[in-house]
């Protein structure tokens, strides 16, 4: 597992330029010529992607108040260029949509023609408002939905936020275990070579102290033997 600072920031990247690019692909790319129903559909994955790749953004944010000094100005950058991406997207999702909701209008206004027993035809104005009243339901629906997924997304960002803070805080809490527990071993060992060094002093002192106890003892021997 790589434990570098910059380790998550650079996954958090990675999965960030993945949803953008599978957002690019629906909008730029193969879903550009979707219509109808597909169409919408493509633009509702689109929303929800746009979703993950914000959160992607706040966790990025996250990430970068840990990394060093010296390196933090380049990955700024990579987070600026980033945010400028997820904003770019962002509008170009809301003019599809835009485009989309007119051209739906639009087709639901020239379905029909008038006839001489129906002079305003079905493209009256109560079938166009009946109509557009569809048209905004369906709209309310799905703006609906996606706060509903937005709001379970969220829930479920934060969740997984206090999970990583909470291992960012057992890990802060083990390395200062591990702190403790190195200058105390330290403390320790230099107790022990104190310890060791007093007891052979120790010992130098009472063969000292031997050896004078032997030589009066021989000098008062010798005394009594030749006096």
Known sequence: MDNSPTALFD???QDFRQIIDSIRLKLDGEGKDE???QRRATLRRVEMELDEADEMISQMEIEIQGIPQ???PQYQNRLKAAKGDLVRFKKLSKDIHSQVSRAELLSSGRVGTPTS???YGPT??????LAGTATLEDGTRRLQESQRIALETED????ILMNLRTQREQIENSRDTLRTADTAIDRAS??????IRRMYQQRVVTAGIIVVLVLLIAIILWEKVFR
């Open 11 to 13: 996954s958090y990247e």
């Open 190 to 195: 230099g107790t022990l070579k104190k310890m």
């Open 70 to 72: 010296s390196i933090k």
């Open 35 to 37: 219509r109808g129903e």
């Open 156 to 159: 479920q960002g934060a969740e």
């Open 117 to 119: 027993d129906e002079p």
């Open 124 to 129: 009256s104005d109560r079938t166009r408002l």
